[in-house]
């Protein structure tokens, strides 16, 4: 006899697992045309589905680009959320502007907060944002190990931080299928995301290796068309063409 009640239960739970397994992308704001702001996100706000905003010290990484005052600046303009990508020798120092200029996510990396990391994050999640965490390649996961059950998001940069256009690191790939798996088999809920490279090149093997999301920057989405309308629909023609995924 079939048991029908259990196949309803089966085809829910992979209805339900498609649902949250669709793929998001945010936009790398350091590498959009700062002398058209306004008209970019005014785009963006209809294609895609964050913005993704890198602040850096120029000691944690040798460069320094977006800062609390640019994220509130553009949060006034914003439909979408603001993901706070922390590349600062002392986030705690950060959290708090960050989050009054209107951030939704605050992900400072893992590098940065092994010695607080649990006070880090329930300060994050106590200023109503969500809360992820960033390893550079040369780290290994079992950095965060012990905290991946307390964030929302995961990101895995694969190029080494501080500057658009760099060279994607293969080596990633097993650091995101480990990731996947750790999730699957201690049933938690955070998203992987990819920060660095994602483009047509990458597409099909982050999707294959078990990505969840995808910054795009100058590689994936500005370098695509001088018509950042154009270029938001051939980013995403080239990543369902990558990956088989329909968007």
Request: charge should be neutral; glycine fraction near 6%; charged fraction near 25%.
């Amino acid at each position: 006899m079939i048991d029908f009640s259990a196949q309803v239960v089966k085809i829910s739970l992979l209805s339900e697992r498609k649902i949250i397994m669709k793929p998001f992308f945010k936009i790398s704001l350091m590498c959009m045309d700062f002398l058209n702001i306004a008209a970019q996100i005014e785009v963006l706000n209809e294609e895609f589905d964050g913005y993704h905003m890198d602040i850096m010290d120029g000691h944690f990484c040798k460069n320094i680009t977006l800062s609390p005052d640019i994220v509130k600046a553009i949060g006034a303009i914003a439909k979408k959320p603001m993901d706070i990508h922390l590349m600062t020798t002392t986030p705690n120092d950060w959290i708090d502007s960050c989050a009054a200029a209107g951030a939704q996510i605050i992900s400072p990396h893992a590098e940065t907060i092994n010695s607080d990391a649990f006070r880090i994050i329930n300060k994050i999640k106590g200023k109503g944002c969500k809360a992820g965490v960033t390893l550079n390649p040369a780290t290994p996961l079992t950095y965060c190990r012990e905290y991946l059950g307390k964030i929302d998001y995961l990101t895995i940069m694969t190029v080494d931080v501080g500057f658009a256009g760099q060279p994607f690191i293969p080596e990633m790939l097993d650091k995101i299928r480990e990731a996947k798996k750790f999730r699957e088999m201690n049933n938690l809920n955070f998203k992987i995301m990819i920060d660095g490279s994602c483009n047509k090149n990458t597409f099909g093997k982050l999707h294959l290796a078990g990505a969840d999301g995808y910054v795009l920057g100058s590689s994936g989405l500005f370098s695509l068309d001088p018509d950042l309308r154009k270029a938001c629909k051939k980013a995403k023609e080239i990543f369902m063409e990558e990956t088989g995924v329909k968007l």
